[in-house]
Structures are given as C-alpha cells and as structure tokens.
C-alpha cells in the first residue's frame, strides 16, 4: 500500500490542478461552467493544497485566525473589538444626590439630560420619551394640540399643581409651544425615577428581545448568511413617542431621534436622507454664497414652513450657519413617514 506522505502527495497534485482548473486525471482543462472553476472554490482548492504541503514539509505552522487567505497569500486583517455590553439602566438616591436642580422653569429633555450626565457610559441611558410616558399614564401631562396646529404633551391641572406649566417662546419669529418644568415639577420626576426606569428596561428589553444575531466572520463563503435587516420605517404608535417640543432642531437631531424609536434588526436613517427630502419637496435648496461657500439653505417655501439659519461659532471661532427646524417643519417629515 502507498505510503502516508505518496497518499498526501498525489491528494495535493489533484487539488493544485483542480484549482487551476484542470482535471488531474486526464490533464484536460475543465469545461467552462464547472464548479472548480468559480473563483471562491478554486482558491480553497489553493489552500487545502498549500496546508498538505505545509504537512510534507513538516511545517506545521497554520495561519492565524486573523488572516485572511487571497489567493495563496495571507494578508493580515484587523481583529474587531468587541462591542461594550450596556449595563441595565439604573439609578440609586445616592446617584440623584449629584442632580443639579434649577430654579427656574427648564424642559423635561433638560431634565432628562441631567439626570443621564450622572450615569456611567457604559450604562443605557433614560429618554425624554421614558418620562413623558410615565407623565401621560399618571395623568401629569396629555397630548394637545397647540395654537400652531401641531400637538405636544401639555400639563393637565393635576400637572401644573406639581410645578409643570406650558411654555411659550419666540426663537427667530418661530412661536414654540412646550412644558416646562419648575423646580417642584423636576423633583416629582426625581421622586418617580423608578417609574420611569421601569418604561425604560421594559424598552431596552423588548429591543434586546428584537436583536438579529448578526455575528458573521469574514470569510464569506463559510459564514451564515447575513440577516437582512428590515428597512426603515414606523408605526403610527411609535411616532406619537417622537419627542414633541417645539426646541428647534438641526436635520441630524430629527435622524438620531428617529433612530431612536425603532428596533436593532432595522435599518437606521441617515440625515442625509432627510435632507434630500426637505430639498425634494422644495424646502431647501444647494447655494454658494458670494465668498464660494456652498451649502443647502431654506427657500422661501421653507422659510414659511419652519426652517431657518443659525448662526454659530466653532472651535476656531469661525462663523457657520446651520439649518433649523422647527417643530412644525418636524411634523412635515414625520406626515410623510406615517403615510408611507
């Protein structure tokens, strides 16, 4: 019988004729169409062949985990760090103890945003529709509609008696209607701050419970196929958790906002999406200003439906502008998710 080695020997002859598309027995090339020639099975023929020959040569040496094989080289490849696993949202006295109150009347999203500066990174973090929520079930605030033809979580009379009030303000002639909070109303949520943990794991866990595995290693040809994620969109329920103050927002806000409301197995959207929708529908337009400058700005359709420049300065101290919308500029992108 033939040795071990003459056995390995003529198995590494067939695959290293195979993979160049020949057939070892009768050295005719392969017809065209034949599976040894499609280019993913000719380079693992390839590499079968070079590990038998690693073992004639008594080299035992296999390429690392984090090579990639091309052809019959291995490159190396980065190792991808493992994502940080998020700790259950939680919020002891002792951490409330560091909450800055104000005495004067803030947003709830300000409130929110203080009490999530107290919590680790690594942690999920609370959101403005966590507490809003809980103020709607215990009656605190219900949806209205505003003078503007838009609605928003407003006080009740039991909301004002604990410190909550609608707010008006006037920001570049756009008239915004929102509740505030005055420093009796930020420690009935403080006070309830369970409450409103409660809504916000119950809503990480239904998200967690939504999550595709999507673990797929490099090689494509070996891996599990990719889940396909479901493309963006959403329900009338999930609007109506879009947050409703009338603070307005650059069209990157509106994206991360948005994103925030759907599952981790769908597809995320990105501002630029957005934009281009504004400028569809006539509500921006691409300019250069006289010194060259080029950006998208507000047409006068769009002027009139709630967005406008704002001025800022940067970490050079240059001036940029940067488009805002309003909450009734909001509600024109958030109609055409609903009717989609």
Known sequence: MPSENA???????????????????TDEILPEGD????????????????LLQQQLNHDQVAPMPNEKFQGEKFEKRPVKKAKPVMQDLAIDAETLKGYRFF??????????????????????????ADVANFLVQEGILERQSTENGTEANLPTAKGESYGFEKGESDLRGHHNIYTQCWQQAQQFILDNIQKCVAIANERYAARKANQAQDSLNDDQEYAPKRV?????????????????EDTPVPVSEIARRLNALVSDNMERIYYKVIRDWYVEQGYLEFKTSPEGRSAFLPTEKGSMSGLFVESRTGKDGELYDVVMYDAKAQKLYLDFIAQA
């Open 103 to 128: 005495d004067y009347p803030v947003s709830i999203s300000r409130v929110v945003r203080n009490v999530n500066e107290l919590l680790p990174k690594n942690m999920n973090h609370l959101l403005y």
């Open 228 to 244: 396909q994620k479901e493309k963006f969109h959403l329900t009338a329920e999930q609007l109506g958790e879009y947050p409703s």
């Open 35 to 50: 599976s040894c020639k499609q280019e993913r099975i000719s380079k693992c023929l390839a590499y079968v062949a070079s």
């Open 7 to 25: 056995i390995i020997e003529r198995a590494e002859m067939y695959l290293r004729k195979l993979s160049c598309g020949i057939n070892p027995l």
